[in-house]
């Protein structure tokens, strides 16, 4: 009689402890993604930025921009350069970094791959 109580408390048990995983993998991977959003200060050139957080996996020039990033936050931009790095986590994203020629990074983004 208590055998069926068993087998439901373990299976209960492991779904809990699967969903408490990948909520803390997620949990993780937003972080990284943060901390690394943060290192960027406002109107750091191309070069600072690269030197902090190495080479970008993607560059672009504006308005020459995939349908992907078109579809972004800097879809609207008209001037500058666009670095795009992979935070390769549980759910890996694109840090979008927007510069402009003559003052630097404008703001810093995020997609989901």
Not at 2 to 27: D, H, M, N, S
Not at 49 to 63: D, N, R
Not at 75 to 99: A, D, E, M
Request: proline content about 8%.
């Amino acid at each position: 009689m208590r055998k069926p109580y068993i087998v439901v408390i373990a299976c209960v048990t492991l779904l809990l402890a699967a969903f408490a995983g990948l909520q803390w993998l997620e949990a993780n991977s937003a972080t990284t993604l943060l901390e690394t959003a943060r290192r960027i200060r406002p109107h750091a050139t191309a070069s600072e930025v690269k030197q902090m957080l190495g080479p970008a996996t993607y560059t672009f020039q504006s308005p020459d921009f995939p349908p992907w990033l078109e579809a972004s936050a800097v879809g609207g931009v008209k001037q500058g350069t666009v670095l795009v790095y992979t935070i390769n986590r549980f759910h890996p994203k694109l840090l979008i970094i927007h510069l402009l020629p003559d003052s630097g990074v404008q703001f810093v983004t995020w997609e989901p791959t």
